[in-house]
């Protein structure tokens, strides 16, 4: 009997400490997690005091023809840097100085529909970050600290993502709900402060609408969409949604039916918008005249510095249409071609009275960027900016003719 209760008695001290020892090693795992978690959380919220970026250099006005009192279109070309994205009331500021200066001029009234560039809105991503995000040599560097910063959350958003380009459409869906609100509350705060239509640029956001007068993110795929203020603040229901991403965009953003344009009652006119490469299709001019358009818009953004006087390589994302030559391949600089392509060859066939394609420019991590802006009367002159205009901040504007030229 001793025998036999002596070997359970030994083997449970053993298995007694050997528990203790397994308990002790859990509990020290586990204060190590803890503490890791500890350390990540305060990292993620520490350093996030951005210091005030350098002015913009010296902003420049260009004004086209007169005043007939039937409005303006007031194209906005801003000068952006990765730490106006700091907060929503930094960006809105940023913005807000470009409409003060308008005003200062005499060219902000009640007819006046204000133009932002495309993509304006989509580095609202960066929204509330630490500043080294800011700082960052280049924008997959300052994604990587934002996915870093928000683990949990990025891994949620990677899971929904089917995307070619899945950790770029994670953080854009990871961030949806914070950009759609920061875009819906500064724009919709300039145009009430202004008393003027604005057409926001664009930002990317999954299946966006608009419910209960405010912008808001879906759950599906990604779009490069463009909002409306109305001069009291309030948002149109409709959105304007690219049609024809290039090739780049299209790893992450869905293409959306042309078919869909809307037009939009403003003070100065009917008002169209077309997304950039939306306006190198002549189907969308054909389906704006026959809605009646005043005015036609186009935000837009050019990546790569210096494009603009590069050969030009045709068309992306989609082929060509049938009236391009394709000898003008290679032939013509991308300027060239955005000259006789884009806003400023294809207006005549709008219908509308007056135009203007607008471009964003700045120092936006290592994107790049290049572009002319560039406004269109109804008799199909164009008018872009020229000197310092071209890559520093820039107003243009365009009052609209009382009634179309002969």
């Given at each position: 009997?001793?025998?036999?209760?002596?070997?359970?008695?030994?083997?449970?001290d053993?298995g007694?400490a050997?528990?203790?020892?397994?308990?002790?090693?859990?509990?020290?795992l586990?204060?190590?997690?803890?503490l890791l978690?500890?350390?990540?959380?305060?990292?993620?919220?520490?350093?996030?005091s951005?210091?005030?970026?350098?002015?913009?250099?010296?902003?420049?006005v260009?004004?086209?023809?007169?005043?007939?009192g039937?409005?303006?279109?007031?194209?906005?070309?801003p000068?952006?840097?990765?730490?106006?994205?700091?907060?929503?009331?930094?960006?809105?500021?940023?913005?807000d100085?470009y409409?003060?200066?308008?005003?200062?001029?005499?060219?902000?009234n009640?007819?006046?529909?204000?133009?932002?560039?495309?993509?304006?809105g989509?580095w609202l991503?960066?929204?509330?970050?630490?500043a080294?995000?800011?700082r960052s040599?280049?924008?997959?560097?300052?994604?990587?600290?934002?996915?870093?910063?928000?683990?949990?959350?990025?891994?949620r958003a990677?899971?929904?993502?089917?995307?070619?380009?899945?950790?770029?459409a994670?953080l854009?869906r990871?961030?949806?709900?914070?950009?759609?609100?920061?875009?819906?509350?500064?724009?919709?705060?300039l145009a009430?402060?202004?008393?003027?239509?604005?057409?926001a640029?664009s930002?990317?956001?999954?299946?966006?609408?608009?419910?209960?007068?405010?912008?808001?993110a879906?759950?599906?795929?990604?779009e490069?969409?463009?909002?409306?203020?109305?001069?009291d603040?309030g948002v149109?229901?409709?959105?304007?949604?690219?049609?024809?991403?290039?090739?780049?965009?299209?790893?992450?953003?869905?293409a959306?039916?042309?078919?869909?344009?809307?037009?939009?009652?403003?003070?100065?006119?009917?008002?169209?918008?077309?997304?950039?490469?939306?306006?190198w299709?002549?189907?969308?001019?054909?389906l704006?005249?026959?809605?009646?358009?005043d005015?036609?818009?186009?935000?837009?953004?050019?990546?790569?510095?210096?494009?603009?006087?590069?050969?030009?390589?045709?068309?992306?994302?989609?082929?060509?249409?049938?009236?391009?030559d394709?000898?003008?391949?290679?032939?013509?600089?991308?300027?060239?071609?955005?000259?006789r392509?884009a806003?400023a060859?294809?207006?005549?066939s709008?219908?509308?009275?007056a135009?203007?394609?607008?471009?964003?420019?700045?120092?936006?991590?290592?994107l790049?960027?290049?572009?002319?802006?560039?406004?269109v009367?109804?008799?199909?002159?164009a008018k872009?900016?020229?000197?310092?205009?071209?890559d520093?901040?820039?107003?243009l504007?365009?009052?609209?003719?009382?009634?179309?030229?002969?």
């Amino acid at each position: 009997m001793r025998g036999s209760l002596s070997c359970p008695l030994r083997c449970g001290d053993g298995g007694s400490a050997a528990g203790r020892r397994a308990v002790k090693a859990l509990r020290g795992l586990g204060v190590a997690a803890l503490l890791l978690v500890l350390a990540h959380a305060v990292w993620s919220r520490s350093g996030r005091s951005v210091p005030e970026g350098p002015p913009d250099p010296g902003l420049e006005v260009a004004l086209a023809w007169r005043d007939e009192g039937a409005g303006n279109l007031l194209a906005v070309q801003p000068y952006m840097v990765p730490a106006d994205y700091a907060s929503q009331e930094r960006f809105q500021a940023k913005l807000d100085a470009y409409l003060a200066a308008a005003a200062s001029r005499g060219l902000l009234n009640e007819k006046t529909v204000a133009v932002f560039p495309e993509y304006l809105g989509t580095w609202l991503a960066a929204l509330g970050e630490k500043a080294s995000v800011y700082r960052s040599g280049s924008v997959h560097a300052a994604l990587r600290l934002v996915a870093f910063t928000h683990p949990l959350a990025f891994a949620r958003a990677l899971l929904t993502s089917g995307e070619r380009d899945r950790a770029k459409a994670a953080l854009f869906r990871m961030k949806a709900a914070t950009m759609a609100g920061a875009y819906q509350d500064a724009f919709a705060r300039l145009a009430a402060r202004w008393r003027i239509t604005i057409v926001a640029g664009s930002i990317v956001l999954p299946s966006p609408r608009v419910e209960a007068g405010r912008l808001v993110a879906g759950d599906g795929s990604l779009e490069n969409v463009s909002a409306i203020f109305r001069p009291d603040g309030g948002v149109e229901d409709a959105l304007v949604r690219k049609a024809y991403p290039i090739e780049e965009e299209k790893a992450f953003l869905v293409a959306c039916p042309l078919s869909g344009l809307p037009v939009f009652a403003t003070p100065a006119g009917r008002l169209g918008v077309l997304i950039c490469a939306d306006s190198w299709y002549p189907e969308a001019y054909r389906l704006l005249r026959a809605k009646k358009i005043d005015l036609l818009v186009v935000p837009s953004y050019a990546a790569d510095d210096d494009c603009w006087n590069r050969p030009w390589r045709g068309y992306d994302g989609a082929p060509a249409p049938s009236d391009v030559d394709p000898a003008d391949v290679g032939r013509l600089t991308e300027g060239g071609a955005w000259s006789r392509y884009a806003l400023a060859g294809r207006f005549a066939s709008s219908g509308a009275r007056a135009g203007v394609n607008v471009f964003l420019r700045g120092e936006l991590w290592d994107l790049g960027d290049d572009g002319r802006s560039v406004l269109v009367s109804a008799e199909g002159e164009a008018k872009a900016t020229e000197g310092s205009r071209r890559d520093g901040p820039a107003i243009l504007n365009q009052w609209v003719p009382a009634r179309p030229r002969p």
